[in-house]
């Protein structure tokens, strides 16, 4: 089973392996809307799995401080007393990014940000976003929720314009976090599609490059390039579900603002002979003759920077 969470609809949702609905249920999320990093108190967006339950027992309402009950039951005469207090009441399932560079890691890294499913006062606003970055449930639903699922069940947090790639994650990344992600796209596009033998898919210049990762909605890499130290941008890669969506344009035009930032007066592409058209439209030119690669017809590309910059 797995939890999913509509930021426009405030409701969370629980789903069985064959996506048939269990349980949905009423929840807050964050004021300040969605986001990643750190001190935001948005709320974090993308796959997650619960890391952790906290709080298996403990009376209806009782509160927690540091994941730890405070001995406290929550009560009218507590929210009195304390009325700018961030309660969290009953239960908590902690929850942990899966997209390193997203929601994973660093200072965008959801459980290092504390963000929790937890119960909140039931006089509280729900069906509205009203917490600072965590999911808010009644009481009664996140026991019943608590009760139900288990360490590693994965969270999806989906926002308002899911499915619309203009608003899907585009990421500068590492090799070292990156690499699962990474792999997988070019080892669908370059190995399966077009027949690179893999042995030289992935080369030893991917340890130095600059890489740019675009992930979709479901928590899913969809797109990524690279950019080498020497000037060439390579390794272009658009899973086919997303093609012709924009999301190429996207990273070439990442890939160029980042060499302009750099300083650099020119940047090249090996581009496919077949797909030449689209570093045409960014402003590229062929240089020299055509060459084969991996078995497959290439043009090296060369757009100047500082042309495009005026």
Known sequence: MFIQIDLACQNLRLVDADGALLREY?????????????????????????????????????????????????????????????WILSRILWLSGCQPGFNRLGDCDTMARYIYIHGTPDDEPIDRPASHGCIRMRNADVIDLFERVTVGTQVLIV?????????????????????????????????????????????????????????????????????????????????PAWRGQGLGERLLQAAMQEARQRGWFELRAAAQASVTGFYTQAGFEPVGDPFEAAGIAHQMMRVYLSRLSH
């Open 159 to 239: 926002p308002e314009d899911a499915d619309n790639p203009a608003t899907f994650p585009l990421l500068k990344i590492d090799w070292r976090k990156g690499k699962d992600a990474l792999s997988s796209i070019r080892q669908t596009v370059f190995v399966e599609e077009q027949g690179v033998p893999a042995e030289i898919e992935l080369d030893s210049a991917d340890a130095g490059a600059t890489h740019f990762l675009i992930w979709d909605w479901q928590g899913r890499p969809a797109a990524c390039a690279r950019l080498l130290p020497e000037g060439k941008v390579g390794r272009m890669a658009v899973l």
């Open 26 to 86: 009423p929840v807050s999320t964050a004021q300040r809307g969605a986001g990643e990093q750190k001190g935001s108190l948005q709320t974090p967006r993308g796959r997650h799995v619960i890391r952790a339950k906290i709080g298996a027992g403990l009376p209806y309402g009782a509160a927690l401080v540091g994941r730890r009950p405070t001995g406290e039951v929550c009560t009218t005469e507590h929210l009195a007393q304390q009325p700018e207090r961030d």
